[in-house]
């Protein structure tokens, strides 16, 4: 009976062993295909995973992409807008241009008319004021008619001083007659001898109109011309004025040149460097006072004088 029982245990056992080993071989079983499961399962979330970031790159991309067509929208659309600005400020500037040059022709021919108008003008005007100065230096002459009317037509000859110098200043202004002329500024300087002729040189600015005589090119009538300065320039209440009248960058220009001229008379020096003595106002005479030395001295003095009153340069007595 016992060994029976032993039997029949070991009959249980091996039983349970048996069923022991087919649960293992399930358990792997089972186990194998939840680790398949697993893998597949995890593959599945890798592969969506990665699909997810595809999908979230290609909509970055998208969205990139997306705002660069905006911008380059955007700056296709103002580049259209400037074009077309531009082609309007063409159209108008070529519209303006258009009729810019039409004004521009128009004032031409307007202005080529007005110059061939103001040409004969201008050379009416001279030719009319030559003959005037020419009339009035002609000698008296008896005016037609008969009668208590008659009577002599003077200018540059007559008994009124105002219409002699009136008329010499006209023809030293119109006339260009060298011997004309120098007449006529002798007798301009001998009305200068009183003080009416100086007031009446003063009241009609005979100052500037002998000026423009005052040429390098013509010596003689610098001569004549500063005669004439130098009769005004004598001590007189009218002196002032004169020299006022004198005080000005044309008539010290005119004189500065006559200073500069070649081989220019010193006689003419002394005189201008009276005249500049009295006006203290003289610029540059170094130049003069190194070459002129111990021959001049009466015009050495007269600029020493000038420069004293300038106070531009000092001259010592041992260079002069």
Known sequence: KEFKLLHERDDVLREREVA???????????????????????????????????AAEELDALQTQHGKLERQFTSLQARLTNLQRKRNFEETKHSGQQALATLRKQTATKDTAKSATSRQKKGGVTVSLRRLGEELYRPAKQAQGGGDNSRDIAYIQSNDPQVRFLSALIILKTDTQVDH????????KSELKTDGGKDMFLYYQ???TLLTHVKTTNKLMVNLVTDIYLQ??????????????????????SVSLVWRMPSVDVKLLEKLSIILQKLSKMNSCSEMLRTMGNENPFLVLNVKSILFNLGCEKVSTMSL
């Open 20 to 54: 022991v080993t087919e649960r293992e071989v399930s358990l792997k079983e089972k186990e194998s295909v939840l680790k398949k499961a697993a893998a597949k399962i995890e593959k599945h979330i890798d592969m969506e995973t990665t699909r997810q970031l595809q």
């Open 181 to 188: 002329l120098a007449h006529v500024s002798g007798t301009l």
């Open 206 to 208: 005979a100052t500037s």
């Open 232 to 253: 005004m320039a004598i001590e007189s209440p009218l002196l002032p004025s004169f020299l006022a009248s004198c005080s000005n960058e044309a008539w010290f220009r």
